[in-house]
Structures are given as C-alpha cells and as structure tokens.
C-alpha cells in the first residue's frame, strides 16, 4: 500500500471521530504510524494485549478507538479478543498488517501469513482486505460496524520484503 493511502485512512479514520489509536508497531503499517506519530495521535504499547486493553478502556468511556498491530501479535492476543472484546460487545477497529501475505517472504511470516484468513473467520471477526483502491469504502464499512457496536478488522497486505 502506498504512503499516501496510509496518511489518508488515517485522516480519515480522524474526520470520523476516530479519538485513539492504539497498538504495536508493525513495518507494513510504518507509514500510517508515523504519520500518526508526527500529528501526536497515538499510543505506542508494548504488547497486543496491552493496547487492546487501554483501547477498551477508551471505547467503554465513549471514545472511539483503532488497534494496530501485526498478524503475529493479532495471533497472541486471539484470547483477549474473544474473551472480553468479542465478549462483552467493545467496539473496536482492529488494523492488522498481514505479514506472510507474499509466498517470498521471510520464513518467520510464513506460517501465520498462511492461517490468518482462517483465524479470523475462526473468531468471526468482520474483517476487510483493503488496499490502494479500496480503502476509503472498508474504512467507512469499519466505521459502520462500530458506530453499530461490533468490532471488525481492516487487513493491509504486507506487499514488500526486508
């Protein structure tokens, strides 16, 4: 995904009173959380879990709030998801970066670049596949989804190695 199209979701995700953004950092999500670091609209957290937490809490107070985080972390937090945001109903945009979506990538991605799709249908989280030409119409359905108080997940391919 092109630099540009990460600095607009996230003023997008702003326009439409997105308050928190919360997460892990993750190099296919550097340019959205740059951006976000240079106009002071982020938490940097230490795990998965401890962003889904502070974003919980933000959520519950009636501040809207956006997890990132990479598809190994989304892995390690799959319990916190499923037992308190998916089970007490916390309406949060989850924004993974999908690490192992190329074949060529490095073998620690692999494998979990491999079973992600299944992972989040297994915990039947509404996800979406954005991408340069689509993002501006999953970040509105994601906006939609918690306005309706479920969360979701917007999934940006990891589209380069390093």
């Given at each position: 995904?092109?630099?540009?199209?990460?600095?607009?979701?996230?003023?997008?995700?702003?326009?439409?009173?997105?308050?928190?953004?919360?997460?892990?950092?993750?190099s296919t999500l550097?340019?959205?959380?740059?951006?976000?670091?240079?106009?002071?609209?982020?938490?940097?957290?230490?795990?998965?879990?401890?962003?889904?937490?502070?974003?919980?809490?933000?959520?519950?107070?009636?501040?809207?709030?956006?997890?990132?985080?990479?598809?190994?972390?989304?892995?390690n937090s799959l319990?916190?998801?499923?037992?308190?945001?998916?089970?007490?109903?916390?309406?949060?945009?989850?924004?993974?970066?999908?690490?192992?979506?190329?074949?060529?990538?490095?073998?620690?991605?692999?494998?979990?670049?491999?079973?992600?799709?299944?992972?989040?249908?297994?915990?039947?989280?509404?996800?979406?596949?954005?991408?340069?030409?689509?993002?501006?119409?999953?970040?509105?359905?994601?906006?939609?989804?918690?306005?309706?108080?479920?969360?979701?997940?917007?999934?940006?391919?990891?589209?380069?190695?390093?």
């Amino acid at each position: 995904m092109k630099k540009l199209f990460q600095h607009e979701i996230l003023d997008f995700f702003v326009k439409n009173d997105i308050e928190n953004f919360v997460g892990v950092p993750d190099s296919t999500l550097k340019q959205f959380i740059s951006y976000a670091l240079k106009k002071k609209k982020i938490i940097i957290a230490a795990r998965e879990e401890e962003a889904i937490g502070i974003a919980t809490g933000m959520a519950l107070s009636g501040s809207n709030s956006l997890v990132f985080m990479q598809n190994a972390g989304f892995a390690n937090s799959l319990s916190t998801i499923t037992s308190l945001v998916q089970l007490y109903k916390i309406p949060l945009i989850f924004l993974i970066g999908w690490r192992g979506y190329l074949k060529e990538d490095a073998p620690e991605h692999r494998k979990i670049g491999k079973i992600q799709p299944d992972l989040l249908k297994i915990i039947q989280l509404p996800t979406k596949i954005i991408s340069d030409k689509n993002w501006k119409k999953s970040c509105k359905w994601a906006i939609n989804k918690i306005e309706s108080k479920k969360s979701c997940a917007l999934v940006i391919r990891r589209e380069f190695y390093d």
